[in-house]
T-cell receptor, first 117, second 112 residues
Framework: GAVVSQHPSWVICKSGTSVKIECRSLDFQATTMFWYRQFPKQSLMLMATSNEGSKATYEQGVEKDKFLINHASLTLSTLTVTSAHPEDSSFYIC?????????????FGPGTRLTVL | KNQVEQSPQSLIILEGKNCTLQCNYTVSPFSNLRWYKQDTGRGPVSLTIMTFSENTKSNGRYTATLDADTKQSSLHITASQLSDSASYICVVSAAGANNLFFGTGTRLTVIP
């Protein structure tokens, strides 16, 4: 089955630093990648949608200058949390979608736990 | 407004018992409905995907049903195991849209 990886799986950083999270589709080419944020006991909230080679589309309320998304290839997208603050601590999950299947199924990564001190 | 509601919020059952989780949605136009299992600290893993024309779909001990007329779905888990303890999320896709609409999930705990 389709596999999506994320790196790192967890990260702890000091307030004010930037953190980069990588998302890779390992065995398929992803036409679109999505970044989600999940707070404890809540559901996933879509942050942004990105297509390879074009600018990401951000959801309302998500600061594009704070959450930088680069979709460099059909198998790699990165999310950079710039000048991270404690309120950015969350579980970040990416997903990759292939349009090959009629369902346009999204495959989720294992998530990255970010803790900002 | 496109919404997905799940019930119950949480559920505790004894190992070996069956259980059924519910999902109601108002997403329109409807494309497909998915059930995901999310272990704590992990990303969601797909269990089933159903389109408008599919009433039921099974994946091992998991059986999902869909009533597109009443906009309801259920996920039935048979002979539960301790490893079934997780959050189960109902997700509905709207036709022609990028977005998925997520339910808040049902937290299932299976105890020995």
């Amino acid at each position: 089955g389709a596999v999506v990886s994320q790196h790192p799986s967890w990260v702890i950083c000091k307030s004010g630093t930037s953190v980069k999270i990588e998302c890779r589709s390992l065995d398929f080419q992803a036409t679109t990648m999505f970044w989600y944020r999940q707070f404890p006991k809540q559901s996933l909230m879509l942050m942004a949608t990105s297509n390879e080679g074009s600018k990401a589309t951000y959801e309302q309320g998500v600061e594009k200058d704070k959450f930088l998304i680069n979709h460099a290839s059909l198998t790699l997208s990165t999310l950079t949390v710039t000048s991270a603050h404690p309120e950015d601590s969350s579980f970040y999950i990416c997903s990759a979608r292939t349009d090959v299947s009629s369902y346009k199924e999204q495959f989720f990564g294992p998530g990255t736990r970010l803790t900002v001190l | 407004k496109n919404q997905v509601e799940q019930s119950p919020q949480s559920l505790i059952i004894l190992e070996g018992k069956n259980c059924t989780l519910q999902c109601n949605y108002t997403v329109s136009p409807f494309s497909n409905l998915r059930w995901y299992k999310q272990d704590t600290g992990r990303g969601p893993v797909s269990l089933t995907i159903m389109t408008f024309s599919e009433n039921t779909k099974s994946n091992g001990r998991y059986t999902a049903t869909l009533d597109a007329d009443t906009k309801q779905s259920s996920l039935h888990i048979t002979a539960s195991q301790l490893s079934d303890s997780a959050s189960y999320i109902c997700v509905v896709s709207a036709a022609g849209a990028n977005n998925l609409f997520f339910g808040t999930g049902t937290r299932l705990t299976v105890i020995p």
